[in-house]
């Protein structure tokens, strides 16, 4: 199936603890990107990058790093996690060189639940 | 700051009648984009639509867009149960979100 598959779909931690969420996609898209959605559904940029390269950084803590292996992955480790981390955590994808204006295509989430 | 802002945020009609919900934005756009959210799930890119087009269809959806008012609108007809999902609005050069419409249409 031609998609954007993300990795675990639930991940339940404790505070303190590091945790990574891997993204994949096979549409040949030169551009993907993370963005968190609260519980209140409000969807936000964190990161995008292009051709391995990142162009969007958003005010994200530190703890909060993104990493590129080739431009059909993108992962998203966090350290150190806290109550506020939270969320749930979508990749996605586009066409378009970097600029934000071709279609999104998304995976199904990440829920990341910090106790 | 949020570029995409929807109205109202939540919307409950019966199957088979129209639904309308609109967005407003800041700043100036190349194009605003309407996505789809089914519960526990990935949004979906319903459509696209260009600063200097006015209006668009797909299928039963159509999107207007004022670049004078900054605002969209996305009108659903006839309705059905499985139009049931979240509704986002998307625009400026980050692809800002708002926090989506949800659209509830009863059977």
């Known amino acids: 199936d031609t998609a954007v598959s993300q990795t675990p779909k639930y991940l339940v931690t404790q505070m303190g603890n590091d945790k990574s969420i891997k993204c994949e996609q096979n549409?040949?898209?030169?551009?993907m990107y993370w963005y968190k959605q609260d519980s209140k559904k409000f969807l936000k940029i964190m990161f995008s990058y292009n051709n391995k390269e990142l162009i969007i950084n958003e005010t994200v803590p530190n703890r909060f790093s993104p990493k590129s292996p080739d431009k059909a992955h993108l992962n998203l480790h966090i350290n150190s996690l806290e109550l506020g981390d939270s969320a749930v955590y979508f990749c996605?994808?586009?066409?378009?060189?970097?600029?934000?204006?071709?279609?999104?295509?998304f995976g199904n989430g990440t829920r990341l639940t910090v106790t | 700051s949020q570029q995409g802002e929807e109205d109202p945020q939540a919307l409950s009609i019966q199957e088979g009648e129209n639904a309308t919900m609109n967005c407003s934005y800041k700043t100036s756009i190349n194009n605003l984009q309407w996505y789809r959210q089914n519960s526990g799930r990935g949004l979906v890119h319903l459509i696209l639509?260009?600063?200097?087009?006015r209006e668009k269809h797909s299928g039963r959806l159509r999107v207007t867009l004022d670049t004078s008012k900054k605002s969209s609108s996305l009108l659903i007809t006839a309705s059905r149960a499985a139009d049931t999902a979240s509704y986002f609005c998307a625009a400026g050069s980050k692809l800002t979100f708002g926090k989506g419409i949800t659209l509830s249409v009863r059977p």
């Open positions: 549409l040949g898209h030169d551009t």
């Open positions: 639509i260009r600063s200097n087009e």
């Open positions: 996605a994808s586009s066409q378009g060189g970097g600029r934000v204006n071709s279609p999104l295509h």
